[in-house]
Nanobody, 120 residues
């Protein structure tokens, strides 16, 4: 199983970005998909989560600006980030709880980071 995160880039204050996290491999089902971020010299923090049932939650600073969604047919989660601020600058990572066609339990997989830089 592989998770690929992409969509980061350099944007100006107030602009938008859409991150994608695509899971591939021998996937039977995916429960939760999450986005984390880690800024320089800071701890990694949970930014958004979406479950199979559509439950979503966000970091307080992202509420009203970030929207997480998923396309189950494509095993892909998206993070739409609007009204970006310099404090959103970080490496963004996705993870997912995936049950493969081989294992009977869910395991957590991580994708590589995609860098988001917001300039003022």
């Amino acid at each position: 199983v592989r998770l690929q995160a992409f969509g980061g880039g350099l944007v100006q204050l107030g602009e938008s970005l859409r991150l994608s996290c695509a899971a591939s491999g021998s996937i039977a089902s995916i429960y939760a998909m999450r986005w984390y971020r880690q800024a320089p010299d800071k701890q990694r923090e949970l930014v958004a989560i979406i479950t199979t049932g559509g439950y979503t939650d966000y970091v307080e600073s992202g509420k009203g600006r970030f929207t997480i969604s998923r396309d189950n047919a494509k095993n892909t989660a998206y993070l739409q980030m609007d009204s970006l601020k310099p404090e959103d600058t970080a490496a963004y990572y996705c993870n997912a709880e995936i049950r493969t066609t081989i294992h009977s339990t869910y395991r957590t997989y991580w994708g590589q980071g995609t860098l988001v830089t917001v300039s003022s």
